[in-house]
């Protein structure tokens, strides 16, 4: 059987220009007389649509859409049309709504399977939308028969999750059932290194079966969630026949009976992962929400710098604007490195000083606040805050997008001003570690010197009152990530941290800035989740809270 997986980037909620993009795809391939084409997880209108789920209007264009392509696949005789698609229940009691895959053939639905498992953890929110299958069923296609299945209902692997999440394993029924290839359809999102876990599963349910495994993954980013494809066939014996290309659409035809290649599956390096992650999210939020063009404060600093090479990378040179904005405590070692970096990248730049909208609002309000000589933190914020109201009015006056540079450090422990270098419509390194954040500096500079080397080494600093840097503040930042990767990440406890031999004091001033900053977390720019646990719609912590650790 020859069967051309499709790994598309559909738009949210755009049902007429997703049906177009399938239609395209199925004119495409036509020439390599593929058997069946299959599309990834609630293709028609992208994943995760959320609560246009609950508008019944948009379901019911969703099946005039499933309708037209039912008439359309009378023109591709020879082919099956496998993809997902969101479906009204028979039901009167539940969420009146299934995740479907629909197999449609010469003019006619074939199978509708129902998605038996429905994550509820992290990111993921199906029971709040969808009811669980009835049944599992499989379905005889041309020669083979096949087991369809929708993203977690491969997941309940024993073998990698020893205490199963479900009570069932869907690929397991299909094999009884008797399944002679395994297609998995999926919406299935990025962080660092899910691949390989991914790859296993797969890998784990081909060799336990002695049953091919076709997986079908979208592309693109959606709000915070990036999804990286790298769609597969394996064969019954685990062996990769495919394996497509990672942050990319990509169309490929296989010959599911060839013999797959051990060895052929290879991880990507994680720092390359990262940048590509984020290319691809910036973009797409960019094009998708109806942007051209983007602005960026420019500190001087690695974080503002990395987010500058992003932007640059991902639309354009033509299309960055690089705004330094040199107040009453700027070195003016920022001033130069950030026109150097400007350089660089080819992008324009605006030089805003700040300093006399600094000194009118001290005059307007040292009565009010009983401002002395000390810069204190009330005075940082407001530089912040000055700067922030700046490029927002670039982007109310030429339509850029303000990309916020924060990093998840800063972020976690509240260093950062609301309104102020938080100002942004996408935070792009907001699931950054500092750690990282160099790691990925380096990257960028992997050629040739794009960051500046003078950016890189120096030590960290707000630049809001004199002499000032990070350490004044935080602990040294590969202590600060450790500690906020057992807190944030892996949910420790403050017990367990402090077994793993880290400063007493250090560990509670982390934990207790993490707690006290959620408000701020609250209110800050979507960000780009590279990570298993970024802050955002997979973190759920309350804000008005009491708890004792």
Not at 408 to 421: F, H, I, P, R
Not at 434 to 458: F, G, M, Q
């Amino acid at each position: 059987m020859k069967v051309t997986i499709a790994q598309l980037n559909p738009i949210i909620g755009d049902i007429k220009g997703n049906l177009k993009k399938l239609v395209d795809t199925l004119s495409q391939c036509k020439h390599d007389s593929p058997d069946l084409v299959v599309f990834p997880e609630l293709f028609i209108v992208g994943y995760p649509p959320r609560d246009l789920l609950e508008r019944k209007w948009f379901i019911k264009n969703t099946q005039q859409a499933v309708k037209e392509l039912i008439s359309i696949s009378a023109e591709f005789p020879q082919t099956g049309i496998l993809f997902g698609a969101p479906q009204p229940t028979e039901k009167k009691t539940g969420r009146g709504l299934y995740n479907s895959a629909l197999l449609i053939y010469q003019g006619k639905i074939l199978i509708t399977q129902n998605k038996t498992l429905l994550p509820n953890y992290d990111v993921f929110d199906e029971a709040r939308y969808f009811d669980v299958a009835n049944e599992i069923q499989v379905v005889s296609f041309k020669d083979k028969i096949l087991g369809i299945s929708i993203c977690e209902d491969a997941w309940n692997d024993q073998e990698l999750w020893p205490k199963r999440f479900y009570h069932l394993d869907p690929q397991e029924i299909l094999a009884k059932k008797g399944a002679s290839v395994f297609i998995n359809i999926s919406a299935s999102p990025f962080h660092l290194e899910k691949e390989k876990v991914r790859f296993q599963i797969y890998q784990n349910h081909a060799k336990k079966h002695q049953i091919p495994f076709i997986f079908v993954n979208q592309v693109g980013s959606n709000d915070e969630l990036i999804f990286d494809g790298r769609s597969m066939c394996i064969d019954k014996n685990g062996n990769p026949i495919a394996i497509l290309h990672s942050f990319k659409e990509q169309i490929k035809t296989i010959d599911i009976s060839r013999p797959g290649i051990p060895n052929l599956y290879r991880p990507q390096n994680i720092i390359k992962s990262v940048y590509e992650a984020l290319l691809l999210g910036l973009r797409d939020y960019i094009r998708k929400c109806g942007f051209s063009k983007v602005v960026i404060g420019l500190s001087g600093g690695i974080d503002s710098a990395v987010v500058c090479c992003l932007a640059k990378e991902a639309i354009g040179s033509k299309n960055v604007l690089g705004v330094t904005m040199p107040g009453p405590f700027s070195s003016k070692g920022s001033v130069i490195d950030s026109k150097k970096l400007v350089n660089n990248l080819g992008i324009q730049i605006k030089e805003i000083p700040i300093n006399s909208i600094y000194n009118s609002n001290l005059d307007l309000l040292r009565k009010h606040l009983r401002i002395g000589d000390e810069v204190d933190v009330t005075l940082e914020n407001i530089q912040a805050r000055i700067r922030g109201n700046i490029l927002m009015a670039i982007s109310n006056k030429f339509g850029y997008l303000v990309l916020s540079t924060g990093n998840k450090s800063e972020l976690a422990v509240g260093y950062c001003t609301l309104y102020g270098d938080m100002t942004g419509g996408l935070a792009v390194i907001s699931d950054l570690p500092k750690t990282i954040v160099y790691r990925l500096a380096h990257y960028i500079n992997r050629k040739r010197e794009v960051i500046p080397k003078e950016i890189i080494k120096k030590l960290p600093s707000a630049e809001l009152k004199p002499d000032q840097k990070d350490l004044d503040t935080l602990p040294p930042y590969d202590i600060l990530d450790s500690i906020l990767y057992y807190y944030i990440d892996e949910g420790y406890s403050l017990k367990e941290i402090l077994e793993l031999k880290f400063d007493p004091d250090i560990v509670k001033w982390v934990i207790k800035a993490v707690d006290r900053n959620e408000y701020k977390r609250r209110q800050a720019a979507p960000g780009l989740k590279v990570t298993p646990k970024a802050f955002g719609i997979g973190r759920r912590m309350p804000i008005a809270a009491r708890y004792i650790h």
